[in-house]
């Protein structure tokens, strides 16, 4: 080979470099992987679309459109099968919110009367609350709706944990959440472990013909795994300090102080007009509050980042797929904000009178610009493992 002659490869990794023919398929394929961050914006922002509305059948569209993201783009990785619990769990808070409907009634009077159940007398001081009573049709209508909004918005976040790497998303955190970040790692590691070893030790005591149930088991084999647990995180603070873990740059006061600010006040912009979008007396002020405590809550992430020693290995890049999946996110609150503003009878439907829901044609066709992440983002098997 003439000198100076590079190696025939690919390029692909994230970093421009040619991977050899003979590197492991992981490492190529990290350069098509989706930026995990992505995957979170596009799901909360069908989050975010969801409480727009109480229309049920656009909240069971939103439904349909992140499962069937998620199951032609989940990868085969153990962290990605976190959906399933989370529609269980959206399942139970439906039927909570339906229970809570039943026993301790609800506001919206109703004159279909389902069931009439024994009421049970409270003191004067509980006035306002009731137990049994009238169960009407409207009532149970009404939080029928309101639970599937909050359940449809539990399904958009477990799309987020099925779709995007917890480690790689850990990894792409800004400097100034450098120390959060590795100690989410950490406790992420050493999870499977902890499991591991109580699985281990509750074999062991059986086959000893010891118990490994109720208080006296758990004894027996908690101790046991708190001290491998403490010995573990030992040996790791002393690999993690011999490495350089931990150490940070010199920050002037002044700098520091102005983090803080801008950081703690950003979140409280942040917070103040997230929920003035979610109410309608604050909607006109929210936005702008918003976008405000954003830009504050950005500059001081930026400045915290400063005291942070450290280089990323492999980065993942924020390309042109990645505005896409967020765009079409975006898109989809956007267009649903604009039609509850515009008719606000179509995204909720009255229960009284108690009347059919519809459903509306161009939000209904807003909400299936969701669907661009399944064709624009790299198939499953080219994103399941994490690179070695």
């Known amino acids: 080979m003439a000198s100076g002659a590079r190696p025939r490869g690919r390029t692909g990794t994230g970093t421009g470099r040619p991977v050899p023919p003979g590197a492991p398929a992981s490492r190529r394929r990290q350069g098509s992987a989706l930026h995990p961050g992505a995957w979170w914006l596009w799901a909360l922002a069908l989050g975010v679309a969801a409480t727009r509305t109480t229309n049920p059948l656009l909240l ?24 399933g619990a989370f529609v269980k769990l959206a399942l139970l808070v439906l039927a909570v919110r339906l229970l809570f409907a039943i026993v301790l009634g609800s ?50 976040v477990g799309a987020a944990n099925a779709l995007a790497n917890p480690s790689r998303l850990l990894k792409s955190l800004p400097g100034a959440l450098y120390e959060m970040g590795v100690a989410v790692v950490v406790a992420l590691t050493f999870a499977p472990n902890l499991i591991a070893d109580v699985q281990r030790l509750r074999a062991a005591r059986r086959l000893r013909g010891r118990p490994d149930r109720g208080v006296r088991g758990l004894l027996q084999v908690g101790l046991p795994v708190l001290e491998g647990a403490l010995e573990r995180s030992v040996a790791l603070a002393a690999a993690m300090d ?50 405000a405590g954003l830009a504050a809550a950005l500059a001081g992430l930026w400045l915290g980042g400063r005291r942070s020693l450290r280089t990323r290995y492999r980065p993942d890049r924020w390309d042109a797929r990645a505005w896409l999946v967020t765009g079409s996110g975006a898109a989809v609150a956007a267009l649903l904000a604009l039609a509850a503003a515009r008719d606000p009878a179509a995204l909720h439907p009255g229960v009284v009178p108690l009347v059919a829901p519809t459903l509306p044609l161009w939000p209904a066709a807003a909400v299936l610009i969701g669907l661009l992440p399944a064709f624009v983002t790299p198939a499953p098997e080219d994103t399941g493992k994490e690179p070695s």
């Open 60 to 83: 069971a569209l939103l439904v349909t459109v992140s499962a069937y993201v998620v199951a032609t783009r989940r990868p085969n990785a153990p962290w990605a099968r976190s959906y």
């Open 107 to 156: 506001p919206v009077p109703g004159t279909r009367v389902l069931v009439d159940l024994p009421e049970v007398p409270l003191p004067d001081w509980a006035q306002g609350i009731r137990l049994g009573g009238e169960v009407t049709a409207e009532a149970l209508t009404f939080a029928l709706y309101d639970g599937l909004k909050l359940a449809t918005l539990l399904i958009c």
């Open 242 to 291: 011999a490495r350089g873990y931990g150490r940070s740059a010199q920050v002037p006061a002044g700098i520091r102080r102005t983090t803080a600010a801008l950081t703690l006040g950003g979140l409280l912009g942040v917070c103040t007009g997230t929920y003035g979008l979610l109410t309608a007396e604050g909607a006109v002020h929210g936005l702008p509050v918003l976008l």
